[in-house]
């Protein structure tokens, strides 16, 4: 899909002087887009950690002006994860670690102006997570572009015109995604640091389901779990007794772990 591209090259176009029917016949092109996940506070939920993204502001037609997810063209040079990592960096600044291909989306008519013979586009699409300290650090940032900024990933676009092109359907489909892999994959702690409380884990799972946990329950199923491991470290700066700090040593990476904590299975 036609995107705001930061230094990359552009897409085989048509040659100059080629009509509407020409155009359409051109072979699709591809591009790769991604959806990154970071957890911020919402200021409109009494500071509560919810599930954020970056946004571009398109800076040309179509859908000047609506934003849309970072991304660009892929290269004959690069692999499809390289030119992902590679568009993420230009764009927005951030390097996550976990990052995983979602799906392909190719509809006939997703590109922009069918009516008008606009050569089809193909876009690869990856999701990535990345923790709060690293949003902080790039986009969004002091002297941060303008036409990059964090949006809530349930309610992007809305009260707008809407995320440009199909963009608004890829992102859902990326919240089904991480919703459903938290269930039974480790990559609650890609959103945490080394060290985290179980209520920080907690508001990780809840932020990510969209709904509560039973703090007992989840403490329980925490503290059974092999690969949780307590430290002899306390959270320090709060106004009641110090929270432990614990470290998660299993593996981080997208291999089936069994249920997570906030998972519904028995």
Request: aromatic share 10%.
């Amino acid at each position: 899909m036609s995107q705001i591209f930061f230094g990359a090259p552009p897409r085989p176009s048509a040659p100059a002087g080629a009509n509407v029917s020409e155009r359409a016949q051109l072979p699709p092109s591809l591009a790769i887009s991604t959806v990154i996940f970071a957890l911020k506070p919402d200021p409109l939920a009494n500071g509560a950690p919810t599930l954020w993204l970056p946004l571009v502001r398109r800076i040309k037609e179509p859908f000047r002006g609506q934003w849309a997810l970072p991304g660009g063209p892929l290269t004959a040079e690069e692999s499809l994860e390289d030119a992902a990592r590679r568009n993420l960096l230009e764009t927005t600044g951030l390097a996550p670690a976990y990052l995983e291909q979602l799906y392909a989306f190719g509809g006939l008519n997703r590109s922009s102006r069918p009516e008008r013979g606009s050569q089809r586009v193909v876009s690869i699409v990856y999701w990535a997570l990345v923790r709060a300290t690293e949003a902080q650090l790039s986009v969004g940032g002091e002297g941060g572009d303008e036409n990059v900024a964090w949006h809530r990933a349930d309610t992007a676009g809305a009260g707008e015109e809407g995320l440009a092109f199909d963009h608004r359907e890829i992102v859902d489909y990326a919240l089904w995604r991480v919703r459903t892999k938290i269930e039974y994959a480790q990559i609650a702690y890609h959103f945490l640091g080394p060290t985290f409380t179980l209520a920080q884990l907690r508001e990780v799972y809840e932020a990510v389901l969209g709904r509560s946990l039973d703090p007992a329950n989840f403490r329980r199923q925490l503290k059974s779990a092999p690969q949780i491991e307590a430290t002899d470290e306390f959270l320090e700066g709060g106004r009641h007794r110090p929270p432990r700090l614990y470290r998660y040593t299993g593996p981080l990476d997208a291999t089936p772990g069994g249920p997570g904590p906030g998972s519904t299975q028995s």
